[in-house]
C-alpha cells in the first residue's frame, strides 16, 4: 500500500520560493505518476502539475508555467514541486497523488484518476 506525506509549506510574501516534497512510502514510487494538486478554500481541487513514472514527461497548469518545476528522485522515493515566484492567488493546500496506469500522464489533471493521496501541506503567499 502506498503513502504518501507532503512536507515543505509554509508562509512566503509574494515572489518567494518554497520547494515542496512527496515522500512515498510502503512500496517503491518508480512505477507511479505523479500529480500536484492544490485547493484553495471555497473552491474545487485543481492539477497543478504531472511527471511521469520515468521523469520523461511533465506537464504544467497555464496558471504555474513558468514559475513551477515538478521533478522526482525515484531512489529516494520522492517528488518535487519548486515553486518560484510566488503570488497571493497560489495560496492552497497543496496535495500530491500517485497513479500507476500504462495511459501516461493523458487526463493528469482528473482528480479521480488517481488511487493514492497524500494529506497536504498548506501554502499561504502573502505579505
Known amino acids: 500500500q502506498l503513502q504518501l506525506v507532503e512536507s515543505g509549506g509554509g508562509l512566503v510574501q509574494p515572489g518567494g520560493s518554497l520547494r515542496l516534497s512527496c515522500t512515498a512510502s510502503?512500496?517503491?514510487?518508480?512505477?507511479?505518476?505523479i500529480g500536484w494538486f492544490r485547493q484553495a478554500p471555497g473552491k474545487e481541487r485543481e492539477g497543478v502539475s504531472c511527471?511521469?513514472?520515468?521523469?520523461?514527461?511533465?506537464d504544467y497548469a497555464d496558471s504555474v508555467k513558468g514559475r513551477f518545476t515538478i521533478s522526482r528522485d525515484n531512489p529516494k522515493n520522492t517528488a518535487y514541486l519548486q515553486m518560484n515566484s510566488l503570488k497571493p492567488e497560489d495560496t492552497a493546500t497543496y496535495y500530491c497523488a500517485a497513479v500507476s496506469r500504462r495511459q501516461g500522464v493523458t487526463g493528469w489533471t482528473t482528480v479521480s484518476l488517481y488511487d493514492y493521496w497524500g494529506q497536504g501541506t498548506q501554502v499561504t503567499v502573502s505579505a
Open positions: 510502503g512500496t517503491t514510487l518508480r512505477a507511479y505518476i
Open positions: 511527471i511521469s513514472s520515468g521523469g520523461g514527461t511533465t
